[in-house]
């Protein structure tokens, strides 16, 4: 079975499952400021979700200073994820622990 890295600033937090992951991201690491926007947001997954739904690639790659790899690899994580999660699951735990 294939585990769930965090990989948020050198985290090396892994678990069994993706929602554990994105909980993890959301309730143990700092809020993330979008840099095309000032949004603020949970870093991760949810950082990931809002930049690519929310802005053009162009923008990203300005306001990051990014290329065409960090995109395809934010690209793929976004993917991964959205092919396994249940983000209701993860909406329900999240708002639970508040």
């Known amino acids: 079975m294939t585990r769930w890295a965090c990989a948020i600033g050198g985290c090396d937090a892994s678990f069994e499952g993706v929602e554990d992951a994105v909980v993890h991201q959301t309730e143990r690491h700092e809020r993330h ?3 095309v926007c ?3 947001v949970p870093d991760g997954y949810f950082a990931i979700r809002h930049a690519f739904d929310e802005h053009t690639r162009a923008e990203f790659v300005r306001a990051y200073d990014a290329d065409s790899d960090a995109v395809r690899v934010r690209e793929e994580v976004k993917e991964d994820v959205e092919s396994e999660v249940d983000l ?3 909406v329900e ?6």
Do not use: H
């Open 33 to 35: 400021e979008c840099k």
């Open 38 to 40: 000032g949004t603020v």
């Open 88 to 90: 209701e699951s993860v």
């Open 93 to 98: 735990r999240i708002n639970g622990a508040v």
